[in-house]
């Protein structure tokens, strides 16, 4: 069974070689991290305690409450923290500076052993649904305690999943815990061969989340930027979203005299947003290009990484991205920790229970389209009191839910024992 798994894997790469290196010359996106993956590090190799795998930005930041556990109940917990993409790699290293840091492996047998001779463990932890057949057996068979946090099962990937369910079976009985965020996926996780008796709920760690108060290097500049303007920030928008919202945000700023703040989600969209607003009448500025004599502006590019969250606090309301095009969603808990009245769009798969969280407790607002994007920053920039009683709906909902993960810390801390 692993064997043709790992045979399908050579083809499928080979395949989609190419495709990759093409992507990696015009973007950068893949050849800076494809000789860590394959194996291959600068570094000396050394020993840790602890393996935490966590794909991207989102994960690195969930596993930021955890791992505050972790050395909370046992101190001097040696990591080494792993991630696939770029940005998530960038969020690492800023998270988590004594910590090693590297890219996870591709899931062939020669990378992943050389990744674990080069990085050697005790227990390995991965967040969500991370789970890769060769890093589970290879890890397992050289004495890994296997723990999966966070875990999730998505409407979309159940059905594929399921289908695999002689594969996942042998992978998922290696596993000494799986916790996960709601009883449904325990659910799932049973149906695809877990040992139901391995298989916790836990809640979900991210709403374990707490705002970064640092203040932003450039927040004299952005206040001065924004001054005494209501403002709109548009967090993690995708493609297809900023092309649908831009002719609402011209309407908008030209009837309100107001300010907006729009963050792509992903770099690449950095430069796309960009053209776009050079189409519009707006004025624009960018985040990496705004100076002491910048003029005034109606809109800022948030063209950098890691500042979004803490952008959030000069929000008068905020729209979550991903979730009016078909992308699954991005977290409304950043802005809610802070307060903010949020809104976000009826596509939340990645995030099913948190959104259903908040709307129940009436604390975040769900829109159907970019005109009701714009229509609900309207209202919360008209009404002082109902933006007051849903900014701290939003907030005690993030309150009232913490908790999952010392949970996890706890179960990962015992295999540690």
Known sequence: MFLLYEVILYLVFIVALPFFLLVGFLRGKYVVNFPARLGFYRTRPSAHDLWIHAVSVGEALAAKPVIAAIEKMRPDTSMVITTTTLTGQAQARRLYPEATITYFPFDFSFAVNR?????????????????????????????????????RISDRS????????????????????????????????????????RVETTGNVKFDYRPDETPLEAAPLLERLIGSRKTLVLGSTMEGEDEALLPHIERLVRERDCFVIIAPRKPERFEQVAALLATTSLRFVRRSALKEDSPSADILLLDTFGELARVYRYATAAFVGGSIAPFGGHNPIEPAAAGIPVAFGPVMTNFREIASTFLANEAAVEVANAAEVVAFAERMFD???????????????????????????????????
């Open 158 to 197: 159940f059905p594929r999943y399921r289908s695999m369910r002689a594969l996942m079976r042998r992978v998922l009985v290696m596993y000494d815990r799986i916790l996960v965020r709601e009883d449904m996926d325990r659910e799932r996780f049973a149906a695809m061969g877990a040992p139901i008796e």
């Open 115 to 151: 990744f674990l001779d080069h990085h050697p463990a005790r227990v390995f932890v991965t967040m969500e649904t991370e789970i890769w057949p060769n890093v589970t057996r290879l890890a397992k068979r050289r004495g890994l305690r296997i723990l999966l946090a966070n875990g």
């Open 383 to 417: 009404d002082d009191v109902a933006r007051a009683r849903l900014g701290e709906r939003a907030r005690q909902t993030v309150l009232q839910n913490r908790g999952a993960s010392e949970a996890t810390a706890r179960r990962i801390v015992e295999l540690l024992s």
